[in-house]
């Protein structure tokens, strides 16, 4: 039977209002992991394509439904916070991100949005530069008097990390500006990237030294910039292309194109290939031109940018949200081969996802062999998108699903983690099998779960290992989230240490920390390289000094999923004492009202409910928990404000209030030692109602809980 199309996602004109809300939500988390993956950890999961498909879709849905844009939406956004690594460096003039085209009807539109946006008659010439997109990382260089300052990468273009030490160790970028026309405030902004000729090198020095290889120069680069060794950025052969500025004390002259000849005059690296188009049809002839040369460059580029030349209309376009008016992305197609499908493997990240891997023939995409492509979750084997609907069409009114023993065509789409497309069914052996996507963890044994979204019933596309504390695959980074500043925080028990001491044996779980002492005996730790008695002691002593520790923080370092350092404040806040807390949680059922009171703490949702009681319920988890607990003790909450009028009392905030936002209410009430929670329920003290007031009102009088206006708070509170 012939294989049907693929149905297409549902058009988003016709959305209703409640399915378009889910898709929003769904897509904010989607779209959040990936940013966090590409900005923070230098490790895309998704091809660029599929990335910008996912952002396409959320921002048309928020023009349909503008109510669902808030101060947090993604459409405001740019990349993912700082790590917290680096000392975090606040933008004067925040770095955003670019809108992106596809086609060449995308370029016409952004031209013609210009012109209509500053009412331009069809005979006022527009001017653009044109220049290659590279694939490396934002970098800003801050100039005072001519002199570096600052060096900071991209963040979330608000914030970002500050790498001045790793910056300076980079040959083509100046510590001083040469010109006697050097504005006295200049930054440069620009891309870190590695050529491709020093990769290859790179990793050749890594495959001969037994390392493990990169996997490509813009995730290289990237890494090597956020070193927290300087020495290790100064190894690395990084450069750099400027090709903007942010906060300056003023400009060079009135175009874009005037202002790279003048960082070109003052030592800064612009790319060669930067042009001034005096029409449309040079913009697209340049791109053309880009594309043929693609695999002949020595560094990697994903698309051509274009930017309106004159600044005083940059200016008068701004910006929508996250991107200029005035600039287009347009990207390259992804490039495409086919091969058969060996094996398919389950790898598991630090965060417990299990994520299938395909095992190829190996075969050329643009210009580089490929043995792997990613298969990104068990849906996408199964042949289900996202929207619950076939991807690669039906046969015999199933989705077409992937196979070992499939001959398939993948994709290096924007040059990053090859996937696979599409299935030949006319190929497919015989003997192939629907593959089974394991429910245990390979490498622990642990359950994996994959999330439900209780708004939706929709299950998260991800299978996750529940064994946190005891899955050797997530062992190392849990161990160094453990350790970490705003965790236990202990001083000399950094990424290298734990990283060694795993492999050694020593380190197995949180507890053993606290028996490095005891076991010294035996390991003789001041006889391995990079020790001595004296950091030796310093180091038992830092890991003494941690025997005593507020409940928030040693929630917080059990790294638990969707428990960050806020929810851990939240938990420890409404249960006080960890016996408390384990013995609610540890009987919590979905439908009992341990369960039904935790759901009612404020911030704290089904989905994060779920996650915390799936942790508790794992007995290897139970287990790594009373061992640590021999070893530590977890002190109470800090009381706060316990002298006020709402100290320990559990209030609902609800209707609009008119004097400060729901968050600052929240924020005043929890300084004040009250517990805010989302729901009203028997448990509930307070009820605090404003204009519009809803259901809750209902619910405080079922329950006989106290209603008072938001001016009776005030006065309750002083």
Not at 515 to 536: D, M, P, Q, Y
């Amino acid at each position: 039977m012939p294989a049907k199309k693929s149905a297409a996602p549902k058009p988003v004109e016709e959305l209703s209002a409640r399915e378009a809300k889910a898709e929003h939500a769904r897509l904010e988390v989607e779209i959040s992991g990936h940013d966090r993956h590409y900005y923070q950890e230098d490790s895309p999961t998704i091809s660029d394509a599929e990335y910008d498909a996912l952002r396409l879709r959320y921002e048309e849905i928020e023009k349909r439904f503008p109510e669902l844009q808030t101060l947090t939406s993604l459409t405001r956004k740019v990349g993912a916070a700082p790590a917290g690594r680096f000392k975090k460096v606040r933008h004067a003039v925040p770095m955003l991100s670019l809108a992106n085209g596809f086609t060449e009807e995308d370029v016409a539109d952004f031209i013609d949005r210009i012109r209509r946006f500053l009412n331009l008659k069809d005979s006022d010439k527009l001017e653009f530069t044109a220049e290659p997109k590279i694939d490396g990382l934002s970098c800003t260089l801050r100039y005072e008097k001519g002199r570096l300052v600052t060096a900071a990468t991209r963040g979330d273009g608000t914030e970002g990390e500050d790498v001045t030490a790793n910056v300076h160790t980079m040959k083509e970028v100046p510590h001083e500006l040469k010109g006697r026309d050097v504005p006295d405030v200049f930054e440069v902004r620009g891309e870190v990237y590695m050529r491709r000729e020093d990769f290859l090198a790179l990793n050749e020095r890594q495959k001969k030294e037994g390392k493990q290889l990169y996997v490509n120069p813009r995730n290289t680069a990237a890494g090597s910039l956020r070193q927290l060794d300087a020495k290790i950025t100064a190894s690395r052969p990084l450069r750099f292309f400027g090709y903007g500025y942010g906060q300056v004390s003023e400009l060079p002259g009135d175009t874009q194109f005037e202002i790279v000849q003048a960082l070109k005059r003052w030592g800064i690296p612009t790319n060669p290939l930067i042009v001034l188009c005096k029409s449309p049809d040079d913009m697209l002839a340049h791109y053309r031109k880009i594309e043929e040369r693609r695999a002949k460059l020595e560094y990697d580029i994903d698309g051509v940018v274009y930017k309106l030349n004159r600044i005083d209309w940059q200016d008068r376009l701004g910006f929508i949200s996250r991107t200029p008016r005035w600039a287009l992305a347009h990207k390259f197609p992804a490039e495409k081969a086919t091969t058969v499908v060996k094996d398919i493997q389950i790898t598991v990240g630090r965060t417990g996802a299990l994520t299938p891997t395909a095992v190829l023939d190996p075969v050329t995409v643009g210009g580089v062999v490929v043995g792997m492509a990613t298969l990104h979750n068990e849906d996408y084997i199964k042949g289900i998108g996202g929207d619950g609907q076939p991807i690669r069409g039906e046969i015999d009114g199933k989705p077409i699903d992937i196979r070992i023993g499939d001959t398939v065509r993948i994709q290096r789409a924007g040059d990053v983690i090859p996937q696979v497309l599409d299935v030949l069914l006319e190929k497919r052996p015989k003997s192939a099998k629907p593959y089974v996507f394991p429910d245990k963890c390979p490498a622990c044994g642990s359950h994996a779960v994959r999330e439900v979204d209780p708004e939706t019933g929709k299950a998260d596309a991800v299978r996750r290992c529940t064994g946190g504390l005891i899955c050797p695959a997530q062992a190392v980074e849990r161990l160094i989230h453990f350790v970490s500043r705003n965790a236990f925080d202990i001083d000399g028990l950094g990424e290298k240490q734990v990283a060694l001491f795993f492999e050694k044996g020593w380190l197995k779980e949180p507890a053993d920390i606290f028996a490095l002492r005891a076991r010294n005996r035996k390991i003789k730790l001041e006889e391995e390289e990079g020790f001595g008695e004296v950091s030796v002691r310093n180091l038992f002593n830092a890991i003494d000094a941690r025997r005593k520790i507020p409940l928030n923080r040693f929630l917080y370092a059990l790294g638990i999923r969707h428990v960050g350092e806020t929810n851990a404040i939240r938990l420890a806040r409404h249960y006080q004492t960890i016996d408390a807390l384990k013995a609610a949680l540890m009987r919590a059922k979905p439908t009992d009202e341990d369960y039904e009171d935790l759901t009612h703490i404020g911030g704290i949702g089904e989905v994060v409910a779920e996650a915390i009681v799936e942790f508790f319920k794992e007995r290897k988890n139970r287990a790594a928990i009373e061992a640590l607990l021999k070893e530590v003790d977890v002190e109470p909450m800090e009381a706060v404000a316990r002298d006020s009028p709402v100290s320990g009392k559990t209030v609902v905030f609800t209707g609009a209030l008119e004097k400060m936002t729901r968050d600052e209410a929240k924020a005043m009430a929890e300084r004040l030692g009250a517990k805010v929670s989302g729901s009203v329920s028997k448990k509930t003290d307070l009820v605090i109602a404003g204009p519009g007031a809803g259901s809750k009102l209902a619910d405080a009088k079922k329950h006989g809980v106290k209603v008072i206006t938001e001016d009776e708070w005030f006065k309750l509170v002083g």
